[in-house]
C-alpha cells in the first residue's frame, strides 16, 4: 500500500490517496470548491508514475462543504474510468454533502456508501 498527499488552501482542502487491493482510494477533508478542481481532478486520476486506477473509492467524511465543481469532477472521474471499464463509488459523504448529490441524482450514476470498507466490499 502506498500513500501519496496532495494538498492545497492547507487550511481548507487535503486529499490523501492510496490504493486498497488495487482500489484507488482518496480520502479527502476540507470544502470542495472551485479553487481545488485541478488537485481533486489529479487526485483522483492521476497515476503519480504508475498506472492510473480504473476502481476509485472517494471518502467525503472529512468534506465540510461541496458546490457543483465537486458534482462536475466526479461525473468526469465516472465517465473516465467507466471508458476503462473501472468504476467510482463514493464513501461516507456527511449529510450535507450527500444532500447535494442526491439532489443532483449523481447517486443514481455514482453508488454511494455510508463508509469506505462498505465501498470496498461491494
Aim: charged content about 20%; proline content about 3%.
Amino acid at each position: 500500500m502506498s500513500d501519496i498527499e496532495i494538498t492545497d488552501c492547507s487550511d481548507r482542502f487535503s486529499a490523501v490517496h492510496r490504493m486498497i487491493d488495487g482500489v484507488r482510494v482518496v480520502t479527502v477533508e476540507g470544502e470542495i470548491d472551485h479553487r481545488v478542481r485541478e488537485v481533486l481532478s489529479a487526485a483522483l486520476l492521476s497515476g503519480h508514475n504508475a498506472a492510473p486506477s480504473s476502481r476509485i473509492v472517494v471518502d467525503l467524511g472529512g468534506v465540510t462543504f461541496m458546490d457543483s465543481t465537486g458534482i462536475n469532477i466526479f461525473i468526469a472521474a465516472y465517465q473516465a474510468v467507466s471508458a476503462t471499464e473501472g468504476w467510482l463509488r463514493i464513501a461516507a459523504a456527511q449529510e450535507p454533502v450527500l444532500h447535494v448529490v442526491q439532489l443532483v441524482g449523481v447517486d443514481a450514476l455514482i453508488p454511494c456508501y455510508p463508509s469506505v470498507e462498505q465501498a470496498l466490499a461491494s
